[in-house]
């Protein structure tokens, strides 16, 4: 049997068992499954793997709550987190889960020290910041999943409106992940055609705004978490690309050093990964308004990450 890379992915909650199950599914990596939690991995692994005679996929997953078995992973995702509960402020979230990313990135930093880092956990921006920080890797080596999935909830929305299948529409939405992001109609095509030659301006606006309320909307749903099959989609295209050197263009939160007038910040804009993660930031043009609502976003991000002390 042909060996197949080590993928780790932190947090066996909701995103993160998901991740796991596409990657093993599809058999890109073998998975080890890491939490704080004891028997919480082990139990999903388990699971998992008994599902493989059925699915009949040849890739392992394996749960532990010991960093040790993660050693020499080419990819470390980390969804690990706490989400937002009554009475705590965003503030509160922004340190609870700096706290846990910090300490997980030294713990994987240690033993996978060539590992690409792909940060899901939230705020996703300040995060991705502070994993790069603290890991001490090269800024390509360090990324966050955020556009991905916001540009997946903006082609599926365009898609009903359309009528249309879904993989039939490519859209684009750039920035932070939050109120903030930038959808770019004149990026966004069904078949081909820009939806700014098809759609009238205000259903575009209206589109655009549900997509900034993307997650918000699948929360008032779920009213205890929130989304988890389409971020564990969009996740596994980005390790996909990364493992199989795919050179594919997509939305991604990268360090910028100048690209878009953006400097020294970790923001949402279209990025070619391959093996070694980012391997360049892709320009496109945008007009003044998007430019513009682009910086906004990048500026609400750094104010974020200055309350950390990185
Ligand atoms: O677009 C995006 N980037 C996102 C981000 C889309 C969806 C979800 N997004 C964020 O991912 C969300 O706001 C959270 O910050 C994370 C994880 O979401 P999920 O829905 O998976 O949350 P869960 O189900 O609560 O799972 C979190 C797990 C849980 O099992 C905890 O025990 C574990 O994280 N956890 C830890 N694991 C390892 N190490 C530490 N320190 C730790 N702390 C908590």
């Known amino acids: 049997m042909s060996k197949l890379p080590k993928v780790t992915v932190v947090g066996a909650g909701f995103v993160g068992a998901t991740t796991a199950q596409r990657i093993v599914e599809k058999d890109l990596a073998d998975v080890v499954l890491i939490d704080v939690v004891e028997g919480l991995p082990q139990g999903k692994a388990l699971d998992m793997m008994e599902s493989a005679p059925v699915e009949g996929f040849k890739a392992k997953v394996t749960g532990t709550n010991d960093y040790a078995e993660t050693k020499d992973s080419e990819i470390v995702v980390i969804t690990a987190g706490l989400a937002r509960k009554p009475g705590m402020s965003r503030d509160d979230l922004l340190l609870k889960n700096a706290e846990i990313v910090s300490g997980i990135v030294t713990e994987c930093a240690k033993v996978s020290p060539k590992a690409v880092l792909?940060?899901?956990t939230n705020p996703l921006d300040v995060m991705t910041y502070l994993a790069w920080k603290k890991s001490g890797f090269g800024t390509k080596r360090v990324l966050g999943m955020a556009g991905e999935l916001d540009s997946a909830r903006y082609a599926f929305f365009i898609s009903e409106e359309a009528n249309c299948a879904p993989i039939e529409v490519k859209a684009m939405v750039l920035g932070g992940h939050g109120d903030q992001m930038v959808p770019v109609p004149k990026q966004t095509t069904v078949k081909g055609k820009p939806i700014t030659e098809f759609l009238?301006?205000?259903r575009i606006e209206a589109i655009n705004q549900r997509t900034r309320d993307g997650g918000a909307e699948i929360v008032r749903y779920l009213?205890?978490?929130?989304?988890?099959?389409?971020?564990?989609?969009?996740?596994v295209r980005m390790v996909r690309a990364i493992l199989?050197?795919?050179d594919e263009i997509i939305p991604s939160c990268v360090y910028l050093n100048g690209e878009y007038g953006l400097k020294d910040v970790y923001c949402g804009v279209p990025a070619k990964l391959?093996?070694?993660g980012v391997k360049e930031v892709v320009e496109i043009p945008l007009s003044a308004d998007e430019k513009s609502a682009l910086h906004a976003s990048a500026e609400h991000v750094r104010e974020n990450c200055a309350k950390l002390s990185v």
């Open 118 to 120: 792909l940060v899901v």
């Open 223 to 235: 009213k205890t978490g929130s989304a988890f099959y389409a971020p564990s989609s969009a996740t």
């Open 200 to 202: 009238e301006p205000a």
């Open 274 to 276: 391959g093996k070694g």
């Open 244 to 246: 199989e050197n795919r």
